[in-house]
């Protein structure tokens, strides 16, 4: 099964930057961001399919993230613009057949421990 990695969260102050990577082992096709707050469901952020060449957002976060991958070191990555507070939460990635399965949360891997991100006002 695959194994994932999430690193690169921190604390910044609203307006700020951060970049997120997610290191796989195993095979991958579609990967994504997930994010979950204190008291609320884990939910979609960002999906990149596996050619790279098509993407998906949640609605809050588009403009603002970007999503990409590093095919030789088996890595997604998003790159955080203009953080809000609201964006505070533990973000996760995971592995699934598609963008569309992804976007459904019917991935493919264990979720791994995450990485905290906490944006103040």
């Known amino acids: 099964q695959v194994q994932l990695v999430e690193s690169g969260g921190g604390s910044v102050q609203a307006g700020g930057s951060l970049r997120l990577s997610c290191a796989a082992s195993?095979?991958?096709?579609?990967m994504g961001w997930f994010r979950q707050a204190p008291g609320k469901e884990r939910e979609f952020v960002a999906a990149?399919?596996?050619?790279?060449?098509?993407?998906s957002y949640t609605d809050s976060v588009k403009g603002r993230f970007t999503i990409s991958r590093d095919y030789a070191k088996n890595t997604v990555y998003l790159q955080m613009h203009d953080l809000k507070p609201e964006d505070t939460a533990v973000y996760f990635c995971?592995?699934?057949?598609?963008?569309?399965?992804?976007?459904?949360?019917?991935?493919?891997?264990?979720w791994g421990q995450g990485t905290q991100v906490t944006v103040s006002s």
């Open positions: 990149v399919s596996w050619g790279g060449d098509r993407t």
């Open positions: 195993g095979r991958t096709y579609a």
């Open positions: 995971n592995v699934g057949n598609t963008i569309t399965t992804i976007q459904t949360a019917r991935v493919s891997a264990s």
